[in-house]
């Protein structure tokens, strides 16, 4: 009877998951462009890398898939949102353009509306193919944070076509200034155009200070003395021609290679820039990043690096171009202190941002780390990479996982910059703003956060019942000695010995039968998922069966689905990780299907079919927060702490205080857990910080000490604090972070302090608002993308058998064997639980 509902049940949930399935592909949203994203489960996001928009677009759905929903004022919409990649598009002048440069000059008086009509008809335009004779200029800008009308917050945005380079012309002299003198001067044609007039910017941006942008390092460098060359460049840039790059090519003027912030910048412009216009030609062949500043090279040219994959990073002035090199598509940015990752305008720093939650996923993905802080257990390649190297994932061993069990913890951050400012401060070269960020205490912060972490995880209620119970497994530990733990055990009680060998036999053929038993359950993940389902049900979850059942089937293991991925990517993933996860829910929905059919809760996870006839006389004592075999809904554990408690009051309100102590009050019901890390990264390679900070909640530091890396955390699931001297919180500049960490939708503090010493207890108190917040973000993330919080033990008892795929053993073949399976084993099913209880018995 059980069985048959338990099939009624399975081809519900096999609609249900297919309506499922049409219901996620139908996430989709048109982009400014006109050009619509589907992100359905085939979305390879590493494929997309070279088309930014997708990510900013799926960062849009998810704000307004979430709870309560996305709604930016206008402000913030237009600054920082959608219509800031509109505006982009919008802000077209061509300074280089077959009509001549009169075509500028209109655009800069032109009415808006004309001028946004015509922006867009050039961007359908600019995918066009050009003759090679044939050279084109156009240049865009961002709504920019402008402090007045000032012209050193510039940003602009180039696409050449058809542009020919001399690089040691382009080269061959400096800028003048301190900061200044790592650009390039170019020398008179040593850029060339061809067929086109180039519009004199300097010119217009005098005429029309709404274009006072013109006027950047880029107008400096690339075009003020650009030359035409009609013959040049047709010579050069005729298909077939050796000197000819077809491949899209990104030239990077960096503004501070020393800056992280500024360096992150340019990179926001870059990504801005690409996601506003959406070139074709990008999105086929990615585009190769060349800098082609003359700093000296940097950690944080690794992300260039991999900006530019499949083609090599170039840094020009260490590898010239042959002289009279043609680019067919050339992409130029640069930015300084008004881009969007660097925004410091009090009206717009706290608005929550697609176009910067876009970019950070985008950050993450281009290392490969898209998703691995929140989850339990990491894509199967990032997963087999994590647990055991990187040539096991090659040889194609998947779903090697973390035995975290469900755990996750997150790392506290502090960022430290003593040993940098030590040596600044031997140089005297530590001026104004660079001294505020030297702290004096910093050990004292240092052990006042740890102290900070240790009492927030204390309590949890996890936690807590550890240690509530942990000496008394212990002591129990003691009974279950097996000589496989060494000789020691040898020398306990023969009788014990005998028993332990007994037991240890018949968990090996309780293995057995428990494989057979598995395959009894043919209906292989489904049906064992169908199982859980009903299990879960049984269990008075009052959830639609079929419908959230249906979701819990994919992702019962949080394992594998404890993610914050939402939209596609949950499907995506679910799809990549398919085979894995169905032999994970196999386990769990294993344990639950025997359980389904035989009534009830037996006391031991491997316990399975045939030991269901001694189950109905059994004293079951398993908890009423456990699944299946191994899995652990939290809500009802954190239910029965919350009885505890209760009890507990009521007693110790009637002792009057008897025991107080600091592990009374109510417990934290979380899965979380925080560990303080000492981010002195002094003599860490750029890649090995983040690795650190792809699993950080939350991160502290003065500010310039790295509070830039805040880019590469998850975003909405993270806090960053930002330590302000009294002189530092005067300074615009301190927007800066509050404009990335509310940008990525983390919590953000200002945490002042006065003098060299930071005030401690202050910073205490709001690193724990941040692990609160943190925690409720990774806890909300996971609901959503794989239903109630669970904790899932795979270990050597607790583990799932592994099945061959459905496609391999149809199911059909497999249910009669199973059956008489079922009903031969009788006893030797025993798990190895009761196994033990038996030797224990027996030694007593
Ligand atoms: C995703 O795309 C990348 C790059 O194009 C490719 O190397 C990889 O194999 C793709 N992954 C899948 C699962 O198709
Ligand atoms: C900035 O430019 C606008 C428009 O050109 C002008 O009206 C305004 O006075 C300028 N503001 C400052 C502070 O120069
Ligand atoms: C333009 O070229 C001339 C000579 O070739 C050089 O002296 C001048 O500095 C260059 N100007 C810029 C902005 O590169
Ligand atoms: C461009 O315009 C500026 C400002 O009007 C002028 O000083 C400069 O000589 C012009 N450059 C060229 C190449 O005509
Ligand atoms: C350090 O520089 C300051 C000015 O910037 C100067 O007054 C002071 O004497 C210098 N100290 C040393 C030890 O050179
Ligand atoms: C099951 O055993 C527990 C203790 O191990 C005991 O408290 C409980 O009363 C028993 N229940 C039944 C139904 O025998």
Not at 65 to 71: D, I, L
Not at 104 to 123: E, M, N, P, T
Not at 467 to 491: C, F, I, M, Q
Not at 771 to 782: F, L, P, S
């Amino acid at each position: 009877m059980r069985r048959l509902n338990a099939e009624l049940l399975l081809v519900l949930l096999l609609f249900a998951s297919a309506g499922w399935h049409l219901a996620e592909a139908q996430s989709s949203i048109r982009s400014s462009s006109g050009k619509r994203w589907t992100f359905g489960k085939k979305a390879n996001w590493t494929a997309l890398l070279s088309e930014p928009s997708a990510f900013v677009y799926r960062a849009a759905l998810r704000l307004k898939k979430r709870k309560e929903g996305f709604h930016p004022s206008a402000t913030c919409g237009k600054y920082m949102g959608l219509m800031y990649l509109d505006s982009i598009r919008s802000s077209r002048i061509s300074l280089c353009s077959a009509g001549s440069a009169s075509s500028a000059s209109s655009a800069a008086g032109g009415a808006q509306q004309q001028h946004r009509r015509r922006a867009l008809q050039s961007s359908a335009a600019a995918d066009q193919p050009l003759l090679p004779s044939q050279s084109s200029v156009d240049c865009y800008t961002a709504p920019a944070v402008t402090q007045g009308n000032s012209s050193k917050a510039t940003v602009s945005l180039c696409h050449s076509r058809n542009l020919v380079l001399d690089t040691c012309g382009f080269l061959a002299a400096r800028q003048r200034g301190q900061m200044s003198k790592k650009f390039p001067r170019p020398l008179r044609g040593a850029v060339r155009l061809g067929g086109c007039e180039l519009a004199n910017a300097s010119r217009l941006a005098e005429r029309d200070p709404r274009l006072g942008w013109l006027r950047s390092m880029q107008q400096a460098v690339w075009w003020e003395n650009a030359t035409r060359d009609d013959a040049g460049v047709a010579a050069a840039c005729t298909p077939g021609s050796p000197t000819l790059v077809t491949t899209p090519t990104l030239f990077v003027l960096r503004d501070r290679h020393a800056n992280y912030a500024h360096e992150m910048e340019v990179v926001s412009m870059a990504f801005s820039f690409l996601a506003a216009l959406e070139p074709r030609d990008v999105a086929e062949q990615g585009v190769q990043v060349v800098i082609a500043d003359q700093a000296p090279p940097t950690g944080f040219l690794e992300t260039w690096a991999r900006m530019s994959q499949p083609h090599r990073l170039r840094l020009l002035a260490q590898e010239p171009f042959p002289p009279g090199t043609c680019f067919a598509s050339a992409y130029h940015v640069y930015t300084f202190a008004a881009g969007i990752g660097y925004n410091t305008n009090p009206a717009t720093v706290k608005c929550e941002s697609p176009v910067l939650q876009g970019m950070s996923h985008w950050l993450r993905q281009l290392y490969d780390e898209a998703d691995a802080s929140a989850r339990s257990a990491p894509s199967q390649a990032s997963a087999a990479a994590a647990v055991a190297g990187p040539a096991t994932a090659a040889a194609g061993i998947t779903g090697l996982r973390v035995p975290a069990g469900g755990i996750v913890v997150k790392n506290v951050v502090w960022l430290s910059r003593r040993n940098l400012e030590m040596v600044r401060l031997l140089l005297n070269a530590s001026v104004g703003w660079k001294s505020m960020r030297m702290v004096r205490n910093e050990d004292a912060v240092v052990a006042g956060l740890v102290a900070a972490v240790q009492q927030w995880n204390a309590e949890s209620c996890l936690l807590r019942r550890f240690d509530r119970n942990v000496a008394a497994e212990v002591e129990r530990s003691k009974d279950h000695l097996r000589p496989v733990h060494g000789g020691s055990a040898a020398t306990t009680t023969t009788a014990a010995a005998a028993a332990t060998t007994t037991a240890g036999a018949r968990k090996r053929r309780g293995l057995l039968g428990k494989a057979w038993a598995a395959l009894a359950s043919a209906g292989r993940r489904l049906l064992g998922a169908a199982a859980l389902g009903n299990d879960l049900d049984s269990d008075s979850q009052p959830q639609s069966a079929v419908d959230s059942g249906g979701r819990r089937i994919r992702q019962a293991d949080p394992d594998f689905a404890g993610d914050e991925e939402e939209d596609g990517e949950e499907e995506e993933e679910a799809e990549e990780e398919g085979a894995d996860v169905s032999a994970s829910q196999d386990g769990g929905g294993e344990g639950a299907e025997a359980e389904g059919e035989f009534g009830g809760a037996d006391g031991t996870d491997t316990v399975a079919v045939g030991a269901a006839v001694a189950a109905s006389t059994v004293n079951r004592t398993r908890p009423p927060y456990m699944v299946g075999g191994n899995i652990i809904m939290l809500s009802k554990l954190w239910a029965l702490d919350k009885q505890e408690e209760e009890q507990q009051q009521q007693s110790s309100t009637a002792r009057t205080a008897a025991s107080g102590g600091a592990a009374n009050g109510p417990c934290r019901p979380t899965n979380v857990l925080f560990k303080f890390v000492d981010g002195d990264f002094n003599d860490a390679p750029y890649s090995q910080q983040l690795a650190t900070i792809f699993r950080t909640g939350v991160l502290a530091g003065v500010h310039g000490a790295g509070l830039t890396h805040g880019f590469f955390m998850q975003p909405g699931q993270g806090a960053v604090l930002q330590l302000l001297g009294d002189s530092f919180a005067q300074v615009a500049a301190n927007n800066v972070f509050r404009n990335m960490a509310r940008g990525l939708g983390h919590h953000y503090e200002d945490v002042p302090y006065s003098g060299v010493d930071v005030d401690v207890p202050q910073l205490q108190a709001a690193v724990k608002r941040s692990m609160d917040y943190v925690a409720q973000q990774v806890m909300e993330a996971q609901e959503r993308r794989s239903g109630p919080l669970r904790l899932v033990l795979v270990d050597q008892n607790h583990f799932s058998v592994v099945m061959p795929p459905a496609e391999t053993c149809p199911v059909l073949t497999l249910q009669g064997t199973a059956t008489a399976t079922m009903s031969g084993t009788g006893e030797g099913q025993a798990g190895p639980e009761e196994g033990q209880e038996v030797a224990g018995e027996g030694a007593r």
